[in-house]
T-cell receptor
Framework: DAKTTQPPSMDCAEGRAANLPCNHS???????VYWYRQIHSQGPQYIIH???NNETNEMASLIITEDRKSSTLILPHATLRDTAVYYC?????????????FGTGTSLTVIP | KAGVTQTPRYLIKTRGQQVTLSCSPI?????VSWYQQTPGQGLQFLFE???????NKGNFPGRFSGRQFSNSRSEMNVSTLELGDSALYLC?????????????FGPGTRLTVL
């Protein structure tokens, strides 16, 4: 039961910023938004996560809207190695643990 | 720190057989989750184990089971294999400490059922 909606595919020119949108309109107050990427059927790689505030790390920036119904992952200077499927995920906390709901992801192609 | 390891990386079985997959989490991580990934259904949550107890379970039939050992290593078992069980099975570990629940994935086990 995916809780996120992402465009199926996007292209980005090498060296430009890649902005990947995600809708999570049913997100609850204590549910985090996570981003992972998967390259060629390898295991998904963690990128970044956030709850309310915008976040930045060495890989990317995460912009979350004030109402938390959507977010954008920004790769500031896309390279060819950033070509991958990017998953926006809502982490649901239960009484006993947590569960990650993966959507269908966005296939990002970085073009030389 | 070594990452999550999964064995075997590739496996071929026939319908009706059973299979056991193994996952060793990152050192210090006590939570292990399993996922199935297929082209048609994407990444689907199977179950999560923490301190040898199953904490969460996804919507899969009882043929899919798992367990976790005292050293946090985990195994999942699929009995009476069906063609539709062909998939990439991914294991992820996390520390489950407050604010540090990020899951780190292994490379996966590619299961082919003939």
């Amino acid at each position: 039961d995916a809780k996120t909606t992402q465009p199926p595919s996007m292209d980005c020119a090498e060296g430009r910023a890649a902005n990947l949108p995600c809708n999570h309109s049913t997100i609850s107050g204590n549910e985090y938004v996570y981003w992972y990427r998967q390259i060629h059927s390898q295991g998904p790689q963690y990128i970044i996560h956030g709850l309310k505030n915008n976040e930045t790390n060495e890989m990317a920036s995460l912009i979350i809207t004030e109402d938390r119904k959507s977010s954008t992952l920004i790769l500031p200077h896309a390279t060819l190695r950033d070509t991958a499927v990017y998953y926006c995920i809502v982490r649901v906390l239960t009484n006993t643990g947590n569960q990650f709901y993966f959507g269908t992801g966005t296939s990002l192609t970085v073009i030389p | 720190k070594a990452g999550v390891t999964q064995t075997p990386r590739y496996l071929i079985k026939t319908r009706g057989q059973q299979v056991t997959l193994s996952c060793s989490p990152i050192s210090g991580h006590r939570s292990v989750s399993w996922y199935q990934q297929t082209p048609g259904q994407g990444l689907q949550f199977l179950f999560e184990y923490f301190s040898e107890t199953q904490r969460n379970k996804g919507n899969f039939p009882g043929r899919f089971s798992g367990r976790q050992f005292s050293n946090s290593r985990s195994e999942m078992n699929v009995s009476t294999l069906e063609l539709g069980d062909s998939a990439l099975y991914l294991c992820a570990s996390s520390s489950r400490r407050q604010g540090r629940d990020t899951q780190y994935f292994g490379p996966g086990t590619r299961l082919t059922v003939l």
